[in-house]
């Protein structure tokens, strides 16, 4: 997969199907990366494409780690997400984190 991306998961309006004209589409993508983590969407930019992307590229090991503190993105994976391509066991594994760890207290979290 493009970027060594292990999973791609379309979330927000376009995943939930309450987009509008003015929608973008917003993609988790989970890949083993070492860059800068604000520095790491840019190569999964294309502005070539005929809708506005937004990416949010993490590390398994950071995606996990939303999860068991109980991070809104993740929920909102489990609730909507969509997978593009990829691996459903990470997706799988983020759940099982979910339903086994109670939350962090953090303003993201429950």
Request: a negative charge.
């Amino acid at each position: 997969m493009a970027g060594g991306a292990k999973a791609v998961i379309l979330v927000g309006s376009l995943a939930r199907g309450d987009y509008t004209a003015f929608s973008d589409a917003d993609i988790i993508i989970i890949s083993e990366v070492s860059e800068n983590p604000v520095k790491r969407s840019a190569g999964f930019i294309d502005p070539s494409l005929p809708i506005d992307v937004e990416p949010r590229v993490f590390t398994t090991e950071e995606f996990l780690k939303m999860a068991r503190e109980g991070r809104r993105m993740v929920r909102e994976v489990m609730a909507h997400g969509r997978l593009l391509a990829g691996e459903p066991e990470i997706i799988k594994a983020a759940g099982r984190c979910l339903e086994s760890e109670k939350y962090l207290s953090s303003p993201d979290g429950q």
